[in-house]
């Protein structure tokens, strides 16, 4: 069974602004809201690859009503702890620029955190788990490293797709993957990312932290990934319209556990990763099936 974990779910508002300025009233010309949080994305990914999954993590409020229900009518299984407050709203403007304000989430309190930990002693051997996004702005960053020596004893592939310390507090509990971007990798090290030379030397050093598996997606470059037994997998992103990259990194994601738990085979999943990650940029909403098998026939791993 895979598990997917949201500490901080999102109503993600999609809009579309001619020419944004700041100080003026502008006005949308087009606007879409999805249920998301990065967990909740890969939820939803894998259910559209025919993947089962429960979806965990925090709600609040009529927002967080309405992500629960909204995922239950598409068909997905969820386990929410419910808090006080209100999950976030989550605004994502396309003008000339992309632009996010992503909100910060409400207070979570230590027996909210006990009973989320209690739903993951449904974990069982062989399972998958995916701690994925930031967290509500009133919890401590090394919550993810928590949940990983809580489920310890259990032979669990962990998923960690987070930022600065929450994900780096989790290496020395060796994730199975991790998946930051180029951006993310630059940040970490301090150091300026020019190529794939430069990815590969840090997604080692990320590896000789902790990780086993590090997967460094880089938007319309494509991907690079640094596997278990020190091979190097590079995919280049096929070539389309971007319509709305939110969900992108998550898709990628989804696509990569969906390969990898079918065949066993870091190159296949990383070619499912890219296509599942591509087929979300360039739709308004999450990939669709039809749009991920028409990529994937389009990847090949570069030379
Ligand atoms: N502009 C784009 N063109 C083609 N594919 C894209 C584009 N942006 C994202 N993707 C696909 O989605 C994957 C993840 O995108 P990325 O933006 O790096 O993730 P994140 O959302 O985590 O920052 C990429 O590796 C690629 O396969
Ligand atoms: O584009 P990505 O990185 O796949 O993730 C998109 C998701 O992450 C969010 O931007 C939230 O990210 P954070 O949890 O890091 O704040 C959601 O609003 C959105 O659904």
Do not use: W
Not at 61 to 76: D, H, M, N, Q
Not at 268 to 288: I, M, N, P, R, V
Request: charged share 25%; glycine share 8%.
């Amino acid at each position: 069974m895979i598990y997917t974990v949201t500490l901080n779910p999102a109503i993600d508002y999609v809009i579309k602004v001619d020419n944004f300025e700041t100080g003026i009233v502008n006005r949308t010309k087009q606007e879409n809201m999805f249920f998301g949080g990065k967990g909740i994305n890969v939820s939803n990914v894998l259910k559209t690859l025919g993947e089962k999954s429960t979806a965990l993590g925090f709600i609040a409020g009529f927002t967080g009503k309405a992500i629960k229900e909204g995922l239950e009518a598409k068909g997905l299984k969820t386990d929410f702890v419910e808090v006080a407050g209100l999950s976030r709203i989550n605004v994502k403007m396309k003008s000339d620029n992309e632009t996010e304000i992503n909100g910060m989430g409400p207070q979570i309190k230590d027996a909210q955190v006990q009973a989320l930990l209690g739903k993951l002693d449904n974990l069982k051997d062989g399972d998958i788990l995916v701690l994925s996004g930031s967290i509500p702005g009133s919890m401590p960053d090394d919550i993810y490293e928590k949940i990983m020596e809580y489920v310890k004893s259990k032979n669990v592939l962990i998923v960690v797709d987070a930022t600065n310390n929450l994900l780096m507090n989790c290496l020395k509990h060796h994730p199975f993957l991790i998946k930051p971007n180029n951006h993310e990798l630059a940040e970490i090290f301090n150091v300026e990312i020019k190529n794939k030379e430069d990815v590969v030397v840090y997604a080692k050093k990320l590896q000789t932290m902790g990780a086993k598996n590090v997967l460094v997606s880089m938007a319309g470059d494509g991907a690079v990934l640094v596997d278990q037994n020190n091979d190097v997998h590079i995919t280049s992103a096929p070539k389309g319209e971007v319509k709305n990259s939110v969900g992108a990194g998550d898709s990628m994601v989804a696509g990569f556990i969906y390969g990898y738990i079918k065949t066993n085979d870091f190159k296949t999943a990383l070619k499912q990763a890219t296509a599942t990650g591509s087929a979300t940029a360039f739709s308004e909403d999450l990939a669709s099936k039809e749009k991920i098998d028409e990529l994937l026939k389009t990847i090949s791993e570069d030379e």
